[in-house]
């Protein structure tokens, strides 16, 4: 298993950047593929982005496309998601967790679900103002 915790988030106007981190404890981080996930309040947690486990491949919700960018770096046991354009409907509290479901290295689906996923951080802040 490995522990995960999240940091970057904060209160930004529409149209900032931020950078999400997602530090991870143990060594066995660079076997799991990798996600992002959010959850508004009143509304139920939702995929944003993933990434395998080599980071060759990476997936994204609809409405991030060409504003987030998923990466990892495995030598320091983190991953990241670079968020610029932010908007409104971004607000959220953040979360990343890892692929335990098998393959675990690996995603397979283009949206995977929040079940095929574990070890969830404690989840960070996102305020975007208009």
């Known amino acids: 298993q490995v522990q995960l915790v999240e940091s970057g988030g904060g209160l930004v106007q529409a149209g900032d950047s931020l950078r999400l981190s997602c530090a991870a404890s143990?060594?066995?981080?660079?076997?799991?593929?990798m996600g992002w996930f959010r959850q508004a309040p009143g509304k139920e947690r939702e995929f944003v982005a993933a990434?395998?486990?080599?980071?060759?491949?990476?997936y994204y919700t609809d409405s991030v496309k060409g504003r987030f960018t998923i990466s990892r770096d495995n030598a320091k046991n983190t991953m990241y998601l670079q968020m610029n354009s932010l908007k409104p409907e971004d607000t959220a509290v953040y979360y990343c967790?890892?692929?335990?479901?098998?393959?675990?290295?690996?995603?397979?689906?283009?949206?995977?679900?929040?079940?095929?996923?574990?070890?969830w951080g404690q989840g960070t802040q996102v305020t975007v103002s208009s």
């Open positions: 990434i395998s486990w080599s980071g060759g491949a990476t």
């Open positions: 967790a890892a692929k335990v479901r098998p393959p675990r290295g690996t995603i397979v689906v283009a949206t995977p679900k929040v079940a095929d996923f574990g070890s």
């Open positions: 143990g060594r066995t981080f660079s076997s799991y593929a």
